[in-house]
């Protein structure tokens, strides 16, 4: 049997497509899952009558009571979109002094304002850890977040973002409790490739610092072909399946990048099929397979996309004037260290950075976790949120930049 199952807060297409044969008993079943153009095995157990099922232990996820305050904040972006967040403001140490300030920026994707992913929350551990050091901190549902107003809708890009964080450090700047002299941009994954955009357009003046966790440091096309690669070696994949995915993505972002929508369909409809056989399970077809083209197309062939292939972060980053911290998990296969960081290095150097610390943790993932392999499956089983290495070397740097 076949069914999409609807996650609250993902956008439209995204939704996993699951392609399930239920055991004699009812007890279990296993099959494909298909989301984004990824398939994936399955493989799922229906728990004893009258038990609860055991949520994902997350020792680091802040809880009250806190020595610090949080204010629900509401502004709008340049189009009108609805900001919403929470202000982290750290106890004053007097009545008239201000805070330095960091704007917190996720990744790819509709996320909340903690960039919860498998019921991790790294935003709110990370504002926990600086409002602690004193630092006060702001992090943002991205626009559209939950049917929030968003004008742009499916034509949002990376550009857009930009400016939604200008208008995010417009904010903070007329907040009473913020020094506007002190306010600096985080940003992970796609965050950091939209803070240095920021930095270079707003400059120094306006944005103090900034911090890439995981940024890349060359175009989305040549990223996503690393990605691939790395992914599927963490995965066990073998060379061959490796190659053959490769040239298949190959054609479909040429296409996607030269508007063949046709052309693009035909090879997710190819690629599809390459990833059932490479898994060794059969095919979706019919009504299934439309539905796993139509949901990967959505994420695939869209106005996002084509812009996020193209863009160059080193335009930025040879602009950027600012301190900057650079921390990039020696196993993360989503924005791969050995790719990324000398590009990064190189442009904020070449630009006439002088302030640039660059730091690689081996054994951290993508989401700055230690891990086994860098995988994405391993995100949701490994319980600790971010390696706690990772908030000190971000809390103290900040604290020495902004004192």
Request: aromatic residues 4%; glycine residues 10%.
């Amino acid at each position: 049997m076949s069914f999409k199952l609807i996650l609250p807060g993902l956008p439209a297409g995204s939704s996993p497509v699951w392609d399930l044969q239920v055991a004699g008993d009812g007890a279990s079943a296993k099959g494909t899952m298909q989301q984004a153009g990824m398939m994936l095995v399955a493989s799922i157990t229906k728990l004893a009558a009258g038990a609860q099922p055991a949520g994902p232990n997350r020792p680091q996820t802040p809880t009250p009571p806190f020595p610090y305050t949080m204010r629900e904040v509401a502004y709008e972006s340049f189009d009108g979109a609805a900001m919403n967040g929470t202000l982290v403001l750290p106890p004053a140490a007097s009545a008239e002094a201000r805070h330095p300030c960091i704007l917190l920026i996720t990744g790819s994707g509709v996320q909340d304002r903690d960039e919860t992913l498998f019921n991790h929350k790294p935003f709110a551990v990370i504002a926990d850890a600086l409002a602690r050091a004193g630092i006060a901190s702001l992090r943002v549902d991205d626009r559209g977040w939950k049917g929030a107003k968003d004008p742009a809708g499916k034509e949002a890009t990376t550009e857009t973002f930009v400016q939604d964080v200008r208008a995010g450090v417009a904010f903070l700047a007329q907040q009473p409790e913020i020094d506007p002299k002190r306010i600096g941009l985080l940003g992970h994954s796609e965050g950091g490739l939209i803070a240095p955009a920021v930095a270079a357009e707003m400059g120094k003046g306006s944005v103090a610092f900034i911090v890439l966790l995981a940024g890349p440091g060359v175009s989305g096309y040549d990223c996503l072909r690393e990605q691939m690669g790395a992914i599927l070696r963490a995965n066990g994949s073998s060379p061959q399946n490796i190659e053959l995915a490769l040239a298949r993505q190959n054609v479909t972002l040429t296409a996607v990048m030269a508007g063949d929508t046709a052309a693009a369909r035909t090879s997710m409809r190819e690629a599809i099929a390459e990833n059932s056989a490479a898994a060794g399970v059969p095919a979706p077809q019919g009504a299934a397979l439309d539905a796993a083209i139509d949901s990967a197309m959505k994420q695939v062939d869209s106005a996002w996309m084509r812009h996020f292939l193209t863009r160059d972060p080193r335009q930025a980053l040879s602009r950027t004037t600012c301190p900057v911290l650079v921390l990039n998990g020696g196993k993360d296969a989503q924005v791969v260290a050995s790719q990324n960081i000398p590009q990064i290095a190189r442009a904020l150097l070449d630009g006439g950075n002088t302030d640039v610390t660059i730091r690689v943790f081996p054994g951290l993932n993508h989401l700055f976790q230690p891990c086994t392999t860098g995988a994405v499956a391993e995100y949701g089983q490994i319980e600790t949120t971010i390696d706690p290495a990772v908030l000190e070397t971000i809390t103290r740097w900040i604290a020495e930049i902004a004192k």
